[in-house]
């Protein structure tokens, strides 16, 4: 199992529609939750943090979090073309006695006009 | 956020050469800074990990005498591909985060490799 598993998509969406985005993970200890978005052949850049269970919005975008569950979503409302890109999430992973930033391999998203 | 910077942003070079990508965090002390290389539309892989002052940990894979990582400052990381192939053209880029990697990591802006 993957420590970081999201569907890969692709994940096609109409212009005005809302957009999920899913994640699992497997480390029930975990405690810090991010999205990234990369647009192709860009960088990631970070666009969500969230760390408590339940939702926290920002602007078009809501992560959700339930920890019991394993599992940590990303909502974009109102979707538009300019937010087609891949949306990476992460999450910081214990692995031995380390713990380090681990990423999914990413969901892809298009936005149709 | 965090600003980090990368640069060359691109690079061509000759086989058998060797290219120096820089990492640089801006405003923050990075003690951690991650290599990543991606082809195209695949995912991030991440390549090594590198703590201020420490050896680079390397994945599992990754040749450690063609990929020399060095991160001698809190704000400076470098990764060395040395005697490129046409194989390692790839996007490389490099993340900084701080606390031991425990937290959010900034990306810079990497840097496409293509090696003729």
């Known amino acids: 199992q993957k420590e970081v598993e999201q569907n890969s998509g692709p994940l096609s969406v109409p212009e005005g529609a809302i957009a999920s985005l899913n994640c699992t993970y497997s480390?029930?200890?975990?405690?810090?939750f991010f999205w990234y978005r990369q647009y192709s052949g860009k960088s990631p850049e970070l666009i969500m943090s969230i760390y408590s269970n339940g939702d926290k919005e920002d602007g078009r975008f809501t992560a959700q979090l339930n920890k019991a569950s394993q599992y940590v979503s990303l909502l974009i409302r109102d979707s538009q073309p300019s937010d087609s890109a891949t949306y990476l999430c992460a999450v910081i992973i214990s692995s031995g006695s380390a713990r380090q930033l681990t990423f999914g391999s990413g969901t892809q998203l298009t936005v149709l006009p | 956020g965090a600003v980090v910077s990368q640069h060359p942003s691109w690079v061509i070079c000759k086989s058998g050469t060797s290219v120096k990508i820089e990492c640089r965090s801006l405003d923050f002390q990075a003690t951690t800074m991650f290599w990543y290389r991606q082809f195209p539309k695949q995912s991030l892989m991440l390549m090594a990990t590198?703590?201020?002052?420490?050896?680079?940990?390397?994945e599992q894979g990754v040749e450690k005498d063609k990929f020399l990582i060095n991160h001698a400052s809190l704000t400076l990381s470098t990764l060395t591909v040395t005697s490129a192939h046409p194989e390692d053209s790839s996007f490389y880029i490099c993340?900084?985060?701080?606390?031991?990697?425990?937290?959010?990591?900034?990306f810079g802006q990497g840097t496409r490799l293509t090696v003729v």
């Open positions: 480390d029930r200890v975990s405690q810090s």
């Open positions: 993340s900084a985060s701080t606390r031991g990697g425990r937290t959010e990591a900034f």
């Open positions: 590198s703590n201020e002052g420490s050896k680079a940990t390397y």
